[in-house]
């Protein structure tokens, strides 16, 4: 069915099949040959997949499952330059199964990818793809993900929903996310990584990651978050990266973004899971000179809050988007079970923007202002 694959393609190419370098003698399907015969061979692989509606290839002696593969799988290359990367990918499109982490796409039937496969003459699996896109189907972050769960990074950009913190592992490449703010507020996207590592956070104003805004550089075990005061910038789209610079192991982005004030002498209640990261609210009504203290007390002994403030300059639009590291009050030093509070004499006045970092623990945070 594999060498059927061919023969279609083939046909379908008018008999100018693709060039495929280092595809002969030997070809491996969890191994780099080139882009022209990761295409002509994981089409086939493909092909012979979606015929039988089983997501394997079928080799002489063996068989190598297509679901499984993702980042960090042992003995697979990645990228579209492999066969079984691109199969993966196509099997994951066409399938309405979810996997973890990154494919939550499925067109339920292999009809999109094998429309566009009979529209055009592909050289290469990234030509197919642009041609997709030509014929209209989905190339957005949806379909982006199922390619970047078989190591194909075109260009995914995971989208952060409000106030919903995802799990990730190691960021073995870097990680691309993306939000849009919708509220004038203070919304901050945080970072939390693994116990003895340290992964830095970077926020771009450009879905190509060309202008950065901010980045939050601290050490291992530090939650990295970086702020937009969206009482100043206009609401508009965000990319985070985050990068590994070492140590292993999952951990937690999460984008706090609402609509909730913090008035003086008034509390809130913040509950946190095990997996919650970050919340904010805003403090407006200061005035040049008065006091803003805040104090944030956890409900459970495990429970470790970290408390900053936020606040930016309307003379200086660099600083309504800035790091964990220029909040102008902080307080982090306590320890698990304990409060953490600060004071502020404001220089400006303002909203600002209250931030509770859950370093870690199980319960409900009271944020009081007085
Ligand atoms: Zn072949």
Known sequence: MHELGHAVMDEAYKDNF??????FPTHFIQAVS???CAWTEGFADWYQAAVYADPEYAGDGFTVGLEGPTWGTPDWDNGDAVEGRVAGAMNDIADSAAEPYWDNYGEGAPG???DTFLNHRSATFHDFWNQRGTDNFDVSDGPL????????DYGFRNPLADNQSLTRPDPLTPHNYHFTTTTVFWPVVALRPPAGADYDLFLYGDRPQTQLLAASQLGAGTTDFVAVDSNRRPLGDYYPQVRAISGHGPYQIELAQGASQLPAASSATIPMGANDVVAVRDVCGVTAGSTVTLTVTPSDPGQDAELFLMGSDPA???????PRSASVAQAAGAGPGQPESLTYTATSAGCFGAVVVNKGGVGTYTLTRS
């Open 18 to 23: 693709p060039a495929a370098p280092n595809c």
């Open 34 to 36: 080139s882009a022209g």
């Open 112 to 114: 999109h990818l094998w």
């Open 145 to 152: 993900g199922s390619l970047f769960q078989n190591t194909i």
């Open 316 to 322: 200086q639009p660099s600083t309504f988007v800035q």
